[in-house]
Each structure stands twice: as C-alpha cells, then as structure tokens.
C-alpha cells in the first residue's frame, strides 16, 4: 500500500482552467464507470462493502444503518417505517410523492462511495489520483451515489453546481432526498393510521 500524496480537488479548484476541470472530469466518470461495473455477492442486500451495516452520519437517529435484505427494506427505514404510501392529506402531497418515488422498481444494487466531495478527489495533472473516506462505501441504490454527492459537505455547497458533470443526473432522486430530509418527526396521518391496524391486530388476538 503507497500513501498518495496529491492536493484534493475542492483546494484547486479556484486555480483551474474550464479545460483542466473537463478533463479531471473526464477521467472522473471513467473511475465511476468502473465502480458500477463491480458487482456484489449474491444475497447481497443493502449494505457496506463487507455485508455489515451502512455507515452514514448524514442519516437521521444513528450513524449505523443496516444491513437491509433488499432496497425496500432501506427505504422504508429511511422513514422511520411510517406508512407514508397511505397518506391522502393534500398538504403531504410531497411524502406522497416521495412515496411513489420509493415504490419505484428498482433494477438493482451499485457499487457506491457514498461521499464524493470534492475534498476526498485528489487530483494531479488534470487527473484523479486517488478518492479517500471509505467509510460510508456500499451496496445502495442507483441514485445514492448523486444524492451524497450533492450533499456531501455544507464547506462545499460550490460542488452542487457540477456534481451533474461526473454522475448521472437525479433531481428527482435530489428532490424526494430533500424532502425526506426535512420530514424527521411523525406524520400524524401515519401514527393514526397504524394505530388502526395495531387496534385490529388485537381485536384479532383477543377476539
């Protein structure tokens, strides 16, 4: 193992040219190109690299998220189990939207760094050098590498504007992360209706 010595990108980036930055770019997609041609282990769910739980203090409650047996499981932990998809209130029309996003079908599970800050890309003649900060590194969703990208450090709110030059563009993705972000505390319309199937679950014990 060799200790890489280069300066990160985030502490160029003021003194590059539009043509150095294309090609670090350039190059940048190719190393992610090769991050998503990995493939887990069969039974792999959503995980890190080893299979054990996520690591991730961005995440809402803990630092430690995991393992999930399939993307599902993920998103529904993302949202604290709530029954978002059963909400009918207009005023969470963006949970619900959040709630069709999560639904979606998703193919499969990608190979992620899961913080490409440009403080953890270091670069040198217009090349990327190394990528640092393994820890939150996993098996997630197509669309999880964009989000922590763009959302990787608030010292780094410049990053947001070129984050779409290296990873495949998610607003949606973006836009429903935004959302669940912001959505920390209990819906009441989710307490009300899991009480119901709590209330129903008993009548049937007890019945």
Known sequence: MQRIKAPKLGNLWVHLSDDSKERIFEHLRTVIEQFRNLRAAKGTGVANIDGGPIFDPRLPGHSNWGPFSCIE??????????DIASITDENYGDLRELAAFYRKPWPHLVFTHGDLSSLNILCAEDKVVGIIDWETAGWLPPYWEYVTAWNASPQNAFWQAEVDRFLQPWPDAQRNDTV????????????????????KTWAGVLG
């Open 180 to 199: 669940r972000r912001e959505s920390n505390k209990p819906i009441p319309q989710t307490l009300e209706i899991r009480e119901k199937r709590e209330a």
């Open 73 to 82: 499981d993920f998103h529904n932990a993302l949202v604290d189990h709530q």
